[in-house]
C-alpha cells in the first residue's frame, strides 16, 4: 500500500559496507571523530522540536544507529535524519495515518475484484472474529497506524483462507516506522549486517519500533557511497530509489545526446520486461560512438544501483557526447520526475516535491 518504486533500493545493500564515503564530502574531521556518544545525543537533543515526546530516547536511537553503521554524527547527517523523521512521521514512531481504515477495506476490495472474489464473500470473511476478539471487519475500521494494520494482515493471512488468496502469505503494508522505510529493505539489511538490538517478533515488527525504524531508516538514507555535493539528491533517492538522482541526469545526458525523450525517473534498466526499456534502447543508439555492443551496454546499466556505473568508461563517454552538443558542462545529479502513487497519497505528489520539503527542513536544522 505504498509508494510503488521502493522496490528498487533492495538491490544495492551491498554498497552498505562503503558507507565512509557518505555525501561526497570530505572524510570526517578528528573533532568528530573524538565526540563522545553522549555529546552527540546531547547535540541531537538541541535539534529536535522542543514538543518531542522522550527527545532523549530520539537521540539514543539515532546515536546508536549511526554508531552501528559506521556513519559519522556530523550535523549534516543528524539533520538530514531530523528532516527525513519530522517530513515522515512528524516524530512520531508510529505515526497515525488519516482513514487508514477505508483506504485498507478498499485495499481489500480491489483485491478481492482482481481475484473475482464476490462481495459477499468479502464480507462473511471479514465478520469472522479474529485472534484478539473483534471481527477483522472491526479491527480494520479501527485501525489508526500502519502498525495496526500489518498486525491485522499477518492475522488474516495465517488464519483466513481469503487472507492467503488475497494477499498470497505477502503482508501488503510496505512500509513503516518514523522514517517510513521499506520492510523488504530492512529484512534484507538486517541478513547482510548486524543488528544491533534483540529482535522482538521479527524485523517487520522491529520497522514500526522507533529504534528499527530509525536505525533501517538511517541505513538507507545514509549508508551508501555517492558523489553528490547536495543533500536534497539524498533525499529524492530515499524516496525513488538508490542513486535515482544519479540516473535521473545520465538519462537527461542520453536524451541530449540522441534527441530521444526520455522520462527522467533513474530507472536505467527495465526490470519488468525480458526486453530493453526506452533508456536502454536509446544508449545503444549511440552504440558506434560509444564502442560497446548490447551486451556491454546492457551490463553497464545494470550497474545503476551501484557508484560504479559512475566510474565507466559508458557512463564518461555518454557525458562527453552530451556535453560536445550543448557546449557546456551538464549535472551529474538531478531530481528525478516521479509521480507519487499510494493509497494513502490523496493528492498530485512528485518526488521532487518529496525532496525539496525535506531539505527546507534540513536547512533549517542546519541554521540552528
Known sequence: MDNVVVARTVGALTLLAAAAFLGGCAAPSQSMRERTPAEVRAQIVRLLPPQTVDREGWAADIQI????????????????????????????????????????????????????????????????SSSSGPSYADRIASVR??????????????RVPLGQRLFADSNPVHTGGPMQVSIE????????????YPIEGSIRHEVFSRRGGLY?????LLGYPVSYDRMLYRFADFNAGFY???????QNAVSLATGIPLALDGDLIDHASDRPGATERAVRSLARQLAASDAQIHRTLELGESIELERTPLYERVFQLAERGQRAPLPRAM????????????????????????????????AQ
Open 185 to 196: 529493505f530492512a529484512e534484507q539489511h538486517a541478513r547482510e549486517h548486524p543488528y544491533p
Open 145 to 158: 497506524t500502519e502498525r495496526e494494520l500489518s498486525l491485522v494482515y499477518e492475522d488474516m493471512i495465517g
Open 244 to 250: 535515482a538522482s544519479r540516473n535521473a541526469a545520465f
Open 65 to 128: 544507529a549511526l554508531a552501528t553503521l559506521d556513519i559519522e554524527p556530523a550535523t549534516r547527517n543528524l539533520c538530514a535524519t531530523l528532516a527525513v523523521a519530522a517530513q515522515e512521521s512528524n516524530f512520531a514512531s508510529d505515526p497515525a495515518v488519516p482513514g487508514l481504515g477505508r483506504i485498507a477495506r478498499e485495499e481489500i476490495d480491489r483485491r478481492a475484484a482482481a481475484h473475482h472474489v464476490p462481495q459477499f464473500v468479502v464480507r462473511t470473511a471479514l465478520a469472522l
Open 216 to 220: 533501517f531508516g538511517i541505513a538507507h
Open 335 to 366: 531530481l528525478p520526475l516521479i509521480a507519487l502513487e499510494s493509497p494513502k497519497i490523496t493528492r498530485k505528489l512528485t518526488t521532487k516535491w518529496f525532496a525539496e520539503r525535506v531539505d527546507q527542513r534540513y536547512r533549517n536544522c542546519l
